[in-house]
C-alpha cells in the first residue's frame, strides 16, 4: 500500500490495490467495478461491497488529507501520491453516482527479461537488437493504445542505459519513478505543472546535462517540440505516444502540433534523429487464453543522401502469427558505429534464412513492404516453401527458425474487439470474478 495513503480506509478495495497483476480499477454507476490486469485485460468483478458510500468516504479523506474540498462546487478531484492516482467525479456531475478511476504506478521494472522471451512478449532477437539500439544512444518513440504498456516498456529500455549515463524524467503525472528503482544513479524527476511548462522545464533540463531524457507521454504540441528540440540538441530520447501503428509516429507527432508548420520539414527532422519506432499492441490471445501484450512493430526511420524522409519495417508481427523481418539500413548501421558501437547488417535476419513456409494456398508473400508471387515450390515433407531471390528479408511463420530462435507464436492469436474484453472496448464480458478469489500475493 502507497504509504501516502496508509491513513485512508480503502476498505475491501485493499486487495485490489495489494494485488500486482491490477493496475487500474475503475468505479461506477453505484456499485461496478471494472479492472484492467496485467495479466487478463479488462474485465468486471461482482459481489465486492463497493458502493457509493465507500468511495464518497474515500474521496473526502483524499480531499481532506490535501486541503481540498469534495462537493458541488468543487465536483473533480485528483490525488497523487509516489504510486497511487485517484480521479473522482461528483455525483452532481456523474448522474449515476460517483465515478472513480484509481491507477497503480508502482516504483519497479515489471518486465524481466526471461518472462517476456518465454510468453512471446517480444523476439529473443527483436529484444537483443533493440538494446543494441539504446547502448547506441537511438531515440526511441514507443506507439500504442491506452493501456498497452507503453511505460513500463520505456521503463525496461532505460534500465538497460550505462549506469554513468544522467536521465532527466520529465512527467506531468509521476510515474516512471526511474529515480526510486535506481537511487544510486544519476538520475533526476522534473514534473510539470501550471507554473512550470514543458518548454520551462526543458530549459533548465538542458542546463543539467542530461544524457538522455525521458518524457512520459507525447499527448500535446509542446510536448512534441519539447521532443524536437531535445533529440535536435544532441540529447537522446525515450517517450510514448498514442498511434496506432509505428510508422505512423511522426505524422501522429505532427498531428498534435498546433501551428502551421512546414510538414515536410517537420517529418524530415523527425526521421533524421528519431532512430526507431516501436509499437505494443494489447489483444485476447487464443493461444495463453488470457490477455497479451507483445512488440509487434519496430520501424527504423532514416533520411536519405537526397533528403527524403523513409522508413523501413524491420519487424511486423500480424494477428494470425505471420511475421516480417528485415535487416537495418545502412543509415541505422552508420549511425550506430559513430555511437561506437558495431552491429552485424545481417543482425535480425542472416543471409542462409531465405525461405518462406507458408501453410495456406495463398502464393503471395510480402518481402520489403511489397507483394511478390512465388518465384519457386519446393515440396520438403509435403509443406510448401518458397524461395525468395531478396536477400535478408522475410516472412516467418510457425514452427520456422531465424537465427536458431523459433518461432513458437499461434497462427490463431487473433483480436476480438466485439467478443472479448480488451483495451480496445469489448462489450461482452467473461465469468464475473469475485474479489476473493483475487490473490493478495
Not at 510539470?192 to 499527448?219: G, H, K
Not at 535536435?232 to 498531428?255: C, F, Q, V, W
Not at 487464443?286 to 520501424?299: D, G, L, N, P, T
Amino acid at each position: 500500500m502507497d504509504e501516502a495513503f496508509t491513513q485512508i480506509d480503502f476498505g475491501p478495495i485493499k486487495p485490489f490495490l495489494e494485488n500486482d497483476d491490477i493496475t487500474d480499477i475503475s468505479y461506477s454507476n453505484n456499485g461496478q467495478i471494472w479492472l484492467k490486469t496485467l495479466s487478463q485485460g479488462v474485465y468486471r468483478v461482482e459481489n465486492t461491497g463497493i458502493n457509493n458510500q465507500l468511495m464518497e468516504k474515500i474521496a473526502f479523506q483524499c480531499a481532506n488529507s490535501m486541503g481540498k474540498s469534495f462537493n458541488m462546487a468543487n465536483p473533480f478531484l485528483d490525488a497523487e501520491s509516489a504510486e497511487l492516482r485517484m480521479n473522482f467525479v461528483h455525483d452532481s456531475i456523474a448522474k449515476n453516482g460517483i465515478a472513480v478511476l484509481i491507477r497503480k504506478t508502482p516504483a519497479k521494472i515489471r518486465l524481466q527479461k526471461d518472462k517476456i522471451i518465454a510468453e512471446d512478449y517480444i523476439r529473443l532477437n527483436i529484444h537483443d537488437f533493440l538494446l543494441k539500439c539504446v547502448e547506441g544512444h537511438c531515440n526511441i518513440l514507443v506507439s500504442g493504445e491506452t493501456g498497452s504498456g507503453k511505460t513500463e516498456f520505456i521503463k525496461y529500455l532505460a534500465a538497460h542505459t550505462k549506469e554513468n549515463e544522467k536521465i532527466i524524467t520529465i512527467e506531468d503525472t509521476l510515474e516512471l519513478h526511474l529515480d526510486k528503482i535506481f537511487p544510486h544513479r544519476d538520475i533526476v524527476a522534473m514534473k510539470t505543472n501550471n507554473i512550470a511548462s514543458y518548454s520551462d522545464v526543458l530549459v533548465t533540463c538542458m542546463r543539467q546535462n542530461p544524457r538522455w531524457i525521458l518524457l512520459s507521454e507525447v499527448r500535446s504540441a509542446e510536448a512534441v517540440m519539447a521532443v524536437r528540440n531535445s533529440i535536435s540538441s544532441g540529447h537522446n530520447i525515450l517517450s510514448t505516444i498514442h498511434a496506432d501503428k509505428a510508422e505512423s509516429i511522426p505524422s501522429r507527432m505532427y498531428s498534435l502540433l498546433e501551428t502551421n508548420q512546414d510538414v515536410g520539414q517537420f517529418l524530415t527532422t523527425i526521421h533524421r534523429y528519431v532512430q526507431l519506432g516501436v509499437h505494443i499492441k494489447g489483444y485476447y490471445s487464443q493461444k495463453y487464453k488470457r490477455f497479451h501484450r507483445e512488440v509487434s512493430e519496430v520501424v527504423e526511420f532514416y533520411v536519405t543522401e537526397d533528403n527524403k524522409a523513409e522508413y523501413k519495417i524491420l519487424y511486423k508481427k500480424t494477428p494470425d502469427g505471420h511475421e516480417t523481418i528485415a535487416n537495418p539500413s545502412k543509415y541505422l548501421l552508420g549511425y550506430l558505429e559513430s555511437q561506437g558501437v558495431i552491429m552485424p547488417p545481417d543482425i535480425l535476419v542472416k543471409e542462409e534464412f531465405k525461405e518462406v513456409k507458408r501453410e495456406t494456398n495463398n502464393n503471395d508473400f510480402v518481402v520489403d513492404n511489397s507483394s511478390y508471387q512465388v518465384q519457386s515450390q519446393n515440396i520438403n515433407n509435403g509443406v510448401n516453401k518458397t524461395v525468395a531471390n531478396q536477400n535478408q528479408n522475410i516472412i516467418q511463420t510457425n514452427n520456422q527458425r531465424i537465427n536458431g530462435i523459433p518461432n513458437s507464436n499461434n497462427q490463431n492469436n487473433t483480436v476480438y474487439p466485439q467478443n472479448i474484453p480488451n483495451i480496445y472496448g469489448g462489450q461482452n464480458i467473461p465469468r464475473p470474478v469475485n474479489i476473493n478469489n483475487i490473490s493478495n500475493s
